[in-house]
C-alpha cells in the first residue's frame, strides 16, 4: 500500500496556516512507478 497526503490538521499548524482551495491540483509520483493527480473541489451543501 502507498499511502498519500497528510493528516487532517498539517496544514493549519503552518506558519502561516495554508489550506486546499477548491481548484488546487495536487501531484504525487514515486520516481520508476508513476504519478497521480488530484483536483481539489470544494464541497457544494445538497439542497434542503
Known amino acids: 500500500m502507498i499511502a498519500t497526503g497528510t ?23 514515486i520516481e520508476g512507478l508513476g504519478s497521480q ?3 481539489a473541489r470544494a464541497a457544494v451543501p445538497e439542497p434542503v
Not at 493528516?7 to 509520483?29: F, K, N, S
Open 7 to 29: 493528516p487532517g490538521g498539517v496544514g493549519h499548524a503552518r506558519e502561516p496556516a495554508r489550506y486546499l482551495t477548491d481548484g488546487a491540483v495536487l501531484t504525487t509520483g
Open 37 to 39: 493527480r488530484n483536483v
